[in-house]
């Protein structure tokens, strides 16, 4: 089964652009989370999508926005790019249903440098 | 809210020998799960090992174990015979249901196998 694929895995944009980054997640997994990590703040939860509805939001400005498609594909997009959005995006899947705990796969990352 | 710790930023051991992670965390509820993730050089984020708050019983995979201590709210990692695999970023994490099973995170420890 192929894990999780994040595309691109690089990406250089410069202040005040947007960018759109994307995930796919594992066959059959439904839920997919995504984290923003850096060295001064580590790693932090941005928001999770299952069946197409954000369930979870993190604590990050309205700049930072996600979707999630019918095949479960998930993008987040982050407007206005500012030097601090500089980072490596983790996107993960799970099965994750009504509830209970299912093991989070995570993909390779975007790592997006703001110039 | 819930907070995670790891006070060692780096540690360095020789191939072979064991090595102790620490962890520590923050909460008031009873029911959650803790994890250790590996993050190799190439990025992708790896589970090691899960443990469940009720389980009094500490969990293994292999060469790697915990040192799950609920009272004291400390979850070490021991990572046996070491190997130069095992060169990675180590993170703690915490996840509880009341929070729909989201992950925090501690800040990491960059571990170093020596030849």
């Known amino acids: 089964k192929a894990g999780v694929t994040q595309t691109p895995r690089y990406l250089i944009k410069t202040r005040g652009q947007q960018v759109t980054l994307s995930c796919s997640p594992i066959?059959?997994?439904?839920?997919v989370s995504w984290y923003q990590q850096t060295p001064g703040q580590g790693l932090q939860f941005l928001f999770e999508?299952?069946?197409?509805?954000?369930?979870n939001k993190g604590n990050f400005p309205g700049r930072f926005s996600g979707r999630q498609f019918s095949n479960s594909r998930s993008e987040m997009n982050v407007s206005t790019l500012e030097l601090g959005d500089s980072a490596l995006y983790l996107c993960a899947s799970s099965l994750q249903g009504s509830g209970g705990y299912n093991e989070q796969f995570f993909g390779p990352g975007t790592r997006l440098t703001v110039l | 809210a819930q907070t995670v710790t790891q006070s060692q930023p780096e540690m360095s051991v020789q191939e072979a020998e064991t090595v102790t992670l620490s962890c520590t965390y923050d909460?008031?509820?009873?029911?959650?799960?803790l994890f250790w993730y590996k993050q190799p050089p190439s990025r992708q984020m790896i589970l090691v090992i899960r443990q469940e708050a009720y389980k009094q019983q500490n969990a293994t995979e292999n060469r790697f174990s915990v040192n799950f201590q609920k009272a004291a709210k400390s979850f070490s990692l021991k990572i046996s015979d070491s190997q130069l695999g095992d060169t990675a970023m180590y993170f703690c994490a915490f996840m509880k249901p009341s929070s729909n099973y989201q992950l925090i995170w501690g800040a990491g420890t960059k571990l170093i196998i020596k030849p």
């Open positions: 909460t008031s509820e009873n029911n959650y799960y």
């Open positions: 066959s059959g997994h439904r839920s």
């Open positions: 999508y299952f069946s197409e509805t954000q369930r």
